[in-house]
């Protein structure tokens, strides 16, 4: 499996920014896929996961601005970020578990695309 991602880049706060992960090898069905991201000096954080019926999980710190989506024709997953802050800039990585059930650890994610950097300035 191998995950790609883009759409990262350069935004003012309270701009929006539309990352893709784009998957191929295998079905993005067979996943519960998932967004983390580390910030400089900062451990690598859940943001997001949907599962494969689209029911969908997010932190406490992006509720109500980001949105997780996926398009099983184009075996792909994007994340919405509305409202950025500051504090959101990292790298955005995808990630794919093959295990049912959603899950916030970086453990129990199988597969791992190479990031993105999105940077929010103030």
């Known amino acids: 499996v191998q995950l790609v991602e883009s759409g990262g880049g350069l935004v003012q706060g309270g701009g929006s920014l539309r990352l893709s992960c784009a998957c191929s090898g295998r079905t993005i069905n067979d996943h519960v896929m998932g967004w983390f991201r580390q910030a400089p000096g900062k451990e690598r954080e859940f943001v997001a996961a949907?599962?494969?019926?689209?029911?969908?999980t997010l932190s406490n710190s992006v509720k109500g601005r980001f949105t997780i989506s996926r398009d099983n024709a184009k075996n792909t997953v994007c994340l919405q970020m509305n409202s950025l802050k500051p504090e959101d800039t990292a790298v955005y990585y995808c990630?794919?578990?093959?295990?049912?059930?959603?899950?916030?650890?970086?453990?129990?994610?199988?597969?791992w695309g190479q990031g993105t950097q999105v940077t929010v300035s103030s």
């Open positions: 949907i599962n494969r019926s689209g029911g969908n």
């Open positions: 990630a794919a578990k093959t295990s049912l059930g959603f899950a916030a650890l970086q453990r129990d994610y199988d597969y």
